[in-house]
């Protein structure tokens, strides 16, 4: 009986290795970095040169706006004197 333990004992023993050594092998891949494609710089100048003139026209409708609101007074009363 004791022969045999000692005989399953060692099987065990080979297996554990054999499976250590399978998880030796298994590597994590290192993931490549993607380069950042660099912006070409005209194209930027353009773009902002569109989103100021945007930016020009949204200022514009609302002075328009306020304008329309205010009324003076002040010429009819000159007018009157």
Do not use: C, Q, V
């Amino acid at each position: 009986m004791n022969s045999e333990e000692e005989e399953k004992h060692e099987e065990e023993e080979k297996h554990e290795e054999e499976e250590k050594k399978k998880k030796k092998k298994k590597k994590k891949k290192k993931k490549k970095k993607k380069k950042k494609k660099k912006k070409k710089k005209r194209n930027m100048k353009k773009k902002k040169k569109r989103n100021m003139k945007k930016k020009r026209r949204r200022r514009r409708r609302r002075r328009r706006r306020r304008r329309r609101r205010r009324r003076r007074r002040r010429r009819r009363r000159r007018r009157g004197r």
